[in-house]
């Protein structure tokens, strides 16, 4: 910001002296706020016509003051026009700049509004605008995942609770489970985006206008559904800033977790992935080193989101009504929740669309910690073994096997007669009276893809199953995209 420039402020008339040095550099927020320029513009053409439409500004008054805001534009895009340290936000900055090329009709445009609904109303459309290009990213890291989804609908993985074994999935199961989660934090901006589409200006400090304005009509151009019913509520109200900060909190919270598994996954002991170069960092001191730093800090930046919800929540708190300048507080923790996730997205999803997945690796671990015992306990329930039963008997089995070191894969007849009279088929298939066509033999059980490809209800890992999901999901996220982009 350049320095320097004679202060101008917006509120001097009934002051003698100046302010301390010490207010001035508390109060200054357009070090910050300038970002709301573009903004800001917007709603001062609009607010333009509505004056002109209240017969408060010509037809000629209208198209200068028109112009000079698109030179203002300008000059404000090629950096031409830059705000001061003087200017005391991103409004003083402007209506300077509009002063500078209209003289005083420059001051007519304050009529009827203030900075508490200015600055309301342009948080909403910078907020509704960038929410749209963090939905777009979200919407690259769903097709990510989901492409690497189809290739691997089929590859068995070990499905884990606890860390630990516990049954065989298909590792594209486990990747859609990952966008579920975004896919409803894309539905919860949307839903978000519904809530803001309400227009603040027109509420002025905090009780309207006793000018001839359109609220309504303001709210139309901007885009918003509908003007404010209530001009107090309109200049408090922050909760479309504390919801959009929860939304970016927990797709913070989503992609720390998702970050987290990646980082297990490109670990020695896992080995399940091998991360791309371009999106892996190496070490200063260890020549072999390749580090998960993109996922890492995809973990590590949920803790900022996170932060930047609570302190909002926290300057909200116990405030009155209406406008205080606590309420200043808000915009630094949006900016930097927007600036976060898209900055993390675009790196995260070039990790997942670019990662290796080791097929081979995931297949022969799939069923490593005795993962297929559930389908044995299962086999047993289909034969008429009470499931108590059938979980102690496969109990016995896993201690069975690591007394003699050896897996269920090894098992033969005779040893599952060893162990309990329920392994042991009768003809038909049944132990127990009854028809059970179809009741597979115990050894066939014991096989992962047959243990994958059983699990075809609704919802399941079946390859099958598998590929429905991802046929449903791509017709959501294509309607999301849609809706990114206004198209
Ligand atoms: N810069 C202020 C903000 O960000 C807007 C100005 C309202 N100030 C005032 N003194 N009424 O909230």
């Known amino acids: 910001m350049a320095e320097g420039g004679k202060p101008m402020r917006l509120w001097g008339g009934r002051f003698e002296g100046g302010p301390a040095d010490a207010l001035t550099r508390l109060s200054v927020s357009v070090q910050f706020d300038w970002r709301l320029a573009p903004y800001d513009l917007l709603a001062s053409r609009a607010h333009a016509r509505v004056l002109h439409r209240a017969g408060l500004l010509s037809e000629a008054e209208l198209e200068r003051m028109l112009a000079a805001l698109d030179d203002l534009e300008l000059a404000c895009k090629s950096g031409d026009f830059r705000p001061v340290v003087a200017d005391e936000d991103v409004h003083t900055a402007l209506e300077r700049g509009l002063l500078e090329r209209l003289g005083s009709l420059g001051g007519k445009l304050r009529a009827g509004r203030s900075r508490n609904d200015q600055v309301a109303t342009d948080l909403r459309l910078y907020l509704r605008d960038h929410v749209r290009s ?72 905090l009780a309207g206008s006793s000018l001839p304005l359109d609220p309504q009509a303001v709210a139309e151009e901007l885009g918003f559904d509908s003007a404010a019913p209530n001009s107090m509520d309109a200049v408090a109200d922050r909760d479309f800033a504390a919801e959009f900060l929860f939304c970016a909190a927990l797709i913070g919270v989503h992609l720390s977790r998702l970050g987290e598994e990646i980082v297990l996954w490109a670990s020695q002991e896992f080995h399940w992935i091998e991360m791309d170069d371009a999106y892996s960092t190496g070490s200063s001191i260890m020549p072999q080193k390749k580090n998960p730093d993109v996922a890492e800090l995809a973990r590590g930046k949920s803790g900022r989101l996170i932060g930047n919800l609570v302190s909002l929540l926290t300057t909200l708190k116990g405030l009155p009504l209406t406008y205080n300048r606590d309420l200043q507080e808000d915009k630094e923790p949006v900016f930097d929740a927007v600036d976060t996730l898209l900055l993390v997205l675009p790196a995260v999803s070039g990790l997942v669309s670019t990662m290796r997945v080791n097929t081979a690796r995931l297949e022969s671990s799939a069923p490593d910690g005795f993962a297929l015992a559930t389908d044995l306990a299962e086999l047993l329930v289909r034969r008429g073994v009470p499931f108590r039963d059938a979980h102690e008997a496969v109990g016995h089995l896993v201690v069975w096997c690591q007394v003699n070191d050896t897996t269920f894969e090894k098992l033969t007849e005779q040893d599952l007669a060893k162990i309990s009279p329920h392994f042991v088929e009768t003809p038909g298939g049944a132990a127990v009276p009854g028809d059970r066509g179809g009741v597979p033999g115990t050894l066939d059980v014991l096989n992962v893809q047959g243990a994958l490809a059983s699990r075809k209800a609704h919802g399941g890992t079946a390859p099958d199953r598998v590929r429905d999901q991802l046929t449903a999901l791509r017709e959501i996220v294509d309607g999301q995209a849609a809706w990114a982009t206004g198209s």
Not at 158 to 175: D, I
Not at 182 to 201: F, G, K, Q, T
């Open 134 to 205: 963090i939905v777009s990213r979200l919407v690259e890291l769903e097709t990510a995942l989901m492409s690497q989804a189809e290739e691997h609908a089929a590859t068995a993985a070990p499905g884990m609770t606890h860390l630990q074994h516990a049954q065989p999935v298909s590792f594209g199961h486990q990747l859609l489970a990952h966008v579920h989660p975004i896919a409803r934090d894309v539905d919860r901006l949307r839903d978000w985006d519904r809530r803001a589409a309400v227009s603040p200006l027109g509420a002025g400090a």
